[in-house]
Structure formats: structure tokens, C-alpha cells
């Protein structure tokens, strides 16, 4: 099971980007996916995350109204639309799954399928 994250880059503050997640070795349909991310000397964090239904999300309140997750079923992908990006969204950027289905978590401990990240660099 695998999960390869893109789509990572540098971009000036203000600027957009779009993260892409691909799974394979399963399907991830009925599973809660998310994204997380990781800045240098922090802890990793949560960002956001969508349901296996795909009827719910959840984000840090740090990146609400700026990121979108979203998934596309039939391709075993989850996407993260970042726009107004800034300085401190600099990170390596994780996706992640669960088994599923279950709540939708918003906590590293409640996902069990980790890609291994793509880097967001915002500096102008």
C-alpha cells in the first residue's frame, strides 16, 4: 500500500498551488484522507481532511478559506487547492488515509497510510 504525494514547489506569498496524493496497493473509496504538514523544528500538523464519502471536510483553522481537499475516487487520489499562500505555510507536505470508514479525524494518530511528503517553499 502506498500513497506518493506531488506537486510541491516554490511560489511567492500570495500565490496558488495544488497538491496531488495518488494511492495504490488498495482502494482508499471508503477511507478518510488527509493531509498534514511539517515545518522545520515543528511538529507535524494537520491541514485537512475529507471523508470517504466525500460529503465532509475539516481544516486547521490556520488554512481555512484559503486550502480545498478534495478526492477523486475512481483515481484513488486526494488533492489539496492551496491559494493566499504565506511564509509560514512553508512545509513538507504529507498525505495521509485510514483504514475506513471511521470519524474524520484531525490527529496524526488516526491514520495509518502515510505518503512521504512533498516540500511547499513560499518565499518571495
Known amino acids: 500500500v502506498q500513497l506518493q504525494a506531488s506537486g510541491g514547489g516554490l511560489v511567492q506569498p500570495g500565490g496558488s498551488l495544488r497538491l496531488s496524493c495518488a494511492g495504490s496497493g488498495r482502494s482508499f473509496r471508503y477511507s478518510n484522507m488527509a493531509w498534514f504538514r511539517q515545518a522545520l523544528g515543528k511538529e507535524r500538523e494537520f491541514v485537512g481532511a475529507i471523508s470517504g464519502r466525500r460529503d465532509a471536510t475539516t481544516y486547521a483553522d490556520s488554512v481555512k478559506d484559503r486550502f480545498t481537499v478534495s478526492r477523486d475516487n475512481a483515481k484513488n487520489a486526494v488533492y489539496l487547492q492551496m491559494h493566499s499562500l504565506k511564509f509560514e505555510d512553508t512545509a513538507l507536505y504529507y498525505c495521509?488515509?485510514?483504514?475506513?470508514?471511521?470519524?474524520?479525524?484531525?490527529?496524526?494518530?488516526?491514520?495509518?497510510?502515510w505518503g512521504r511528503g512533498t516540500q511547499v517553499t513560499v518565499s518571495s
Open positions: 495521509a488515509a485510514d483504514r475506513g470508514p471511521s470519524h474524520l479525524g484531525r490527529s496524526v494518530g488516526d491514520y495509518d497510510y
